[in-house]
T-cell receptor, first 114, second 113 residues
């Protein structure tokens, strides 16, 4: 069964350092999402791509976060510099089309900033 | 601001009983409402959705009810099993722009054997 792949699974970084997460969506899925999930809360949408274009990044802290999906396939989310408050689970999800309500999530990257 | 929220943070049920998880929403413009299940250490998994012009939809062992008058959504799980233990999120999918999915805070379901 096709899955959304994310790496790394866990990341510990010091504050003020740069960190990057990678996501490979299910083949053929045009829509890709990055969510941040703080412990005990629901996922919060950071950025949504349709192919290689950003559809929604209204909740992305653009002073320190960046996301790209250059060829419309895999994607990278970067934080520079990391802050203590960035500690969270970063989830990637994909769907066949933006109109689809069913998104398939990866297992996430657990980030701890120390 | 607009939000999707849940009535109870935890729910404990006996194995074999039916479970009902409730959710309140505030945005009447949502096109779809969705339920996701998240097991420990995993990403959320889609369970079922319901379009805003419907009031009931059934899946395998699950039923979602939508009451637009009081802006309330519920997920009913029949014959709850230990494997149903997880956090359940209701979410709304807004069709403007990129069909953004907004998640609520979640309800943790414990199934007692």
């Amino acid at each position: 069964e096709a899955e959304v792949a994310q790496s790394p699974r866990y990341k510990i970084t010091e504050k003020s350092q740069a960190v990057a997460f990678w996501c490979d969506p299910i083949s053929g899925h045009a829509t890709l999402y990055w969510y941040r999930q703080i412990l005990g809360q629901g996922p919060e949408l950071l950025v949504q791509f349709q192919d290689e274009s950003v559809v929604d990044d209204s909740q992305l802290p653009k002073d320190r976060f960046s996301a790209e999906r250059l060829k419309g396939v895999d994607s990278t989310l970067k934080i520079q510099p990391a802050e203590l408050g960035d500690s969270a689970m970063y989830l990637c999800a994909s769907s066949h089309r933006k109109e689809n309500t069913e998104a398939f999530f990866g297992q996430g990257t657990r980030l701890t900033v120390v | 601001g607009e939000s999707v929220g849940l009535h109870l943070p935890t729910l404990s049920v006996q194995e074999g009983d039916n479970s009902i998880i409730n959710c309140a929403y505030s945005n009447s413009a949502s096109d779809y409402f969705i339920w996701y299940k998240q097991e420990s250490g995993k990403g959320p998994q889609f369970i079922i959705d319901i379009r805003s012009n419907m009031d009931k939809r059934q899946g395998q062992r699950v039923t979602v009810l939508l009451n637009k008058t009081v802006k309330h959504l519920s997920l009913q799980i029949a014959a709850t099993q230990p494997g149903d233990s997880a956090v359940y999120f209701c979410a709304e999918n807004r069709g403007t722009g990129g069909f953004k999915t907004i998640f609520g805070a979640g309800t943790r379901l414990f199934v007692k054997a």
